[in-house]
């Protein structure tokens, strides 16, 4: 994406920016307002939720998009983060729980995530396709039964309940307004890191690599630590979901990081598309949406298959997911304005 | 360009909100919370029949208003049980919800009760004691039983007539099994029994083989405390490994959702004693017609399971409730609450009533598996225990002193 826009000319390529402005401009205009007229359950559990798992589907998007490394280690990175804030925070489940203020407790969650992820990424970057798939899954599933039967550290199956989201400023910052602005908050940081880190030296050396790792070892570049790096970047983007995530549900349990979660990122990121930054948070409203109501269209018995059904035919119809699907839909527009003129 | 996309489906969701307000005026919605998906599937769609048995029975209206049921699904984690029963109430806009299913669900809804003081929790079949007994929620009612009370008149039971001393146990790693556990054994231990094993199990494990080469090889009888699929896979692992112990059975390891399984299974069941909510072979005649009426609903059980007999029990108590205060919750749910704490009623399981943190006193039935006379395995009733209430007539502050449930406590080795 970005390198097809840098091989642009010149002086297109500065329309292309003003028109990224408007475009972004508009954007985030309408999601400043959408509380003005969205219900706090479509605020928190549709619209919250959504950027959260857009967060982590966009940390994954960051790996495969732009480093070429598939990975369903993401969830268990947030739930790193997720463990550490019940662990060194407070918690009702009379288990560790070092009540240690937010303000120190996050930044030593975010980082214990992102110290995990670039582990992770250490152990897996020798690999490639689907060896990296199989090792991360392979990470992602032990985590989840090691968290399940410790009960010293991760407290079993039941886990950590009772962790409150912070108060300052006189504001309780898991009330739907001001979470929702929290998670926003986040969603465009990230969005906007992640789409000037492709731009940037880091990016495209990340990139070249992607496309052939060979050529670049020769001109110099260490291929092994940029990868890693990439990783370490996730794991930042990933542990800081795991923290909403936790405050958003209040608890943290083996189910959040379970393999299923972990599929659910990756489904989040492929069907909105791992061409462009958005394309993780178009995937997560459309999977969230479907979640929350597939339920109300079919009735309890085949509610899934609905979700399944719906899922095979936007990959059906466009391998590139939803971003692909406009990107094809829209020279036939183009061409329609064309047809509809005398 | 794809930003259009976005905005588009930002505005659609926008638009979509605004559509919660269109409840009918003339229906009482109640949120119906069971496990639709995951490894309890089967016992929350039985939890279904049972609910729907109930109002049915009313011919699906209440007060002259008709009853609107929302479903919500959860995989039997805690945070799907919250996710749904938030969708139910914040979404759906329900002020009375039946369920769950599961034991930590029940813990966690419980907690998620406690935020939303104006909507009205009744409990599907969630058995784990501390949902009621420490730190309850004001609007959370339970008129199922407990776990542990499931378990009144078992040890002795096992102690007495059967004459086992040592007991190893197998359940599942979380709260329920606790509760169960520790409802056998403080029968069983104060009798002058031992219990030299414990083993935990992750629900929907498939390898038991660890865990059956740590049963002592000296134990009289081993106590299984196990659901669905996992007792399933557990008890065929455990006659292919040659194992002979007689077997006790936790209340939903013997239930029609396990008896009703094919294969030699079927040798290995009979006879194991166990106690529970109910009975197959209940002569009452309350029972009879419950079992008649639940037989119509579609893909019944040759007998109800203590899902579908829990949410029945649940649901019937709402329907008394609503239909007590004419189906008016606008109050939000003042009146409903009052009524519901001093409800009293006939189940097809003989009286219940509720004890001050809403929990239920109820009677419970010790059985023993046999063969029925067409073939299909039931629940003998061996005897009724009346009456137990959640602290097993031990005064409640030498219970509390036995200390919370957990896979420590309690412990007689």
Redesign the interface.
């Known amino acids: 994406m970005s390198l097809t826009t840098i091989a642009d000319g010149a002086v297109p390529q500065q329309n292309w920016l003003d028109k990224i402005g408007a475009g972004h401009f508009i954007l985030g205009t309408a999601l400043l307002l959408y509380p003005l007229l969205a219900s706090d359950f479509f605020l928190t559990q549709i619209a919250g939720y959504s950027m959260i798992f857009g967060v982590l589907a966009l940390s994954l998007m960051l790996l495969a998009g732009y480093g070429g490394m598939l990975s369903l280690a993401q969830i268990t990175v947030a739930g790193i983060a997720a463990y550490a804030v019940a662990i060194l925070g407070s918690n009702n489940s009379n288990v560790l729980g070092f009540g240690w203020p937010w303000w120190i407790a996050v930044p030593f969650a975010v980082a214990a995530a992102a110290v995990s992820s670039a582990l992770i990424g250490w152990i897996s970057v020798r690999t490639e396709g689907i060896y990296t798939l199989m090792i991360t899954l392979a990470i992602a599933t032990a985590t989840f039964y090691f968290a399940q039967q410790n009960y010293a550290i991760f407290n079993g199956h039941s886990g950590y309940a009772g962790i409150h989201a912070p108060v300052f400023w006189g504001i309780d910052w898991r009330d739907p307004k001001p979470f929702y602005y929290l998670c926003l908050g986040l969603a465009m940081l990230s969005y906007a890191a992640v789409l000037y880190g492709s731009r940037s030296t880091f990016g495209m050396t990340l990139q070249a690599i992607r496309d052939n790792p060979r050529r670049m070892g020769a001109l110099g570049y260490h291929v092994t630590a940029h990868k890693v790096f990439a990783w370490f970047l996730a794991g930042i983007l990933a542990g800081l979901a795991g923290v909403l995530l936790v405050w958003f549900n209040g608890r943290v349990s083996p189910g959040t990081i379970g393999v299923d979660v972990a599929i659910d990122i990756l489904i989040i990121a492929v069907i909105g598309g791992l061409r462009h930054p958005i394309g993780p948070f178009v995937g997560a409203i459309v999977v969230i949406l479907m979640q929350t109501f597939a339920i109300d269209i079919v009735g309890a018995e085949r509610f899934n298959t609905l979700i399944g059904l719906v899922f095979l035919a936007i990959v059906f119809v466009s391998p590139d997911g939803i971003l692909g699907l406009w990107g094809r839909i829209k020279p036939h527009l183009a061409q329609e304005s064309l047809r509809a003129g005398p | 360009?794809?930003?259009?996309?976005?905005?588009a489906?930002?505005?659609f969701?926008?638009?979509?909100?605004?559509s919660?307000a269109l409840a009918a005026d003339d229906a009482i919605k109640i949120g119906l919370l069971?496990t639709?998906?995951g490894p309890f599937t089967v016992l929350g769609?039985d939890g279904?029949r049972g609910a729907m048995t109930a109002i049915a029975e009313t011919n699906g209206t209440v007060a002259g208003k008709k009853i609107e049921i929302?479903?919500?699904?959860s995989?039997a984690?805690?945070?799907?049980a919250?996710?749904a029963a938030?969708?139910l109430v914040?979404?759906d806009g329900v002020k009375v919800l039946v369920g769950p299913l599961s034991g930590?669900e029940g813990?966690?809804v419980k907690?998620y009760a406690k935020t939303k003081p104006d909507v009205t929790f009744i409990n599907g079949t969630s058995a784990a004691q501390d949902t009621t007994l420490r730190n309850p929620a004001e609007n959370f009612f339970r008129f199922s039983t407990d776990g542990a009370q499931w378990m009144a008149g078992l040890g002795t039971y096992a102690f007495k007539d059967k004459g086992y001393k040592k007991v190893a146990t197998v359940a599942e790693?979380?709260?329920f099994p606790y509760t169960q556990v520790f409802g056998f054994m403080a029968e069983f231990c104060k009798a002058g029994g031992h219990v030299p094993s414990k083993s935990w199990v992750?629900?929907g494990n498939k390898d038991f083989s660890s865990v059956i080469a740590a049963i002592p090889e000296d134990v009289d009888a081993i106590y299984v405390a196990l659901g669905g699929a996992d007792a399933v896979n557990f008890l065929t692992q455990y006659q292919q490994a040659g194992g002979s112990a007689p077997l006790i059975g936790g209340s939903i390891t013997v239930d029609q959702t396990v008896l009703t399984s094919k294969g030699k299974l079927r040798d290995v069941l009979k006879g194991t004693p166990s106690a529970g909510p109910t009975a197959d072979t209940n002569d009452a005649p309350a029972w009879k017609a419950f079992v008649d009426a639940y037989k119509k609903q579609p893909g019944a059980f040759p007998s109800p399971s203590l899902f579908a007999h829990g949410y029945y029990v649940n649901m019937k108590a709402t329907l008394l409730a609503l239909d007590q205060i004419g189906g008016d919750v606008s109050d939000g749910g003042k009146k409903l609450r009052e009524a519901l704490s001093k409800l009293s009623f006939d189940t097809p399981t003989g009286k219940v009533s509720l004890d001050k943190n809403r929990n239920a006193v109820a009677d419970i039935f010790l059985t023993e598996v046999t063969e029925g006379s067409d073939g299909n395995l039931l629940n003998k009733l061996v005897k009724v225990v009346p009456q137990v209430n959640q602290t097993l007539g031990i005064p409640e502050d030498e219970f509390m002193k036995l200390g919370a449930v957990n896979?420590d406590n309690p412990s007689c080795p």
């Open positions: 360009m794809h930003r259009r996309t976005l905005l489906l930002a505005l969701t926008g638009l979509t909100a605004p919660m069971a639709f998906e769609e279904e929302v479903k919500g699904s995989d984690s805690p945070d799907s919250v996710r938030r969708k914040e979404q930590d813990l966690a907690d790693d979380y709260s992750p629900i896979r």
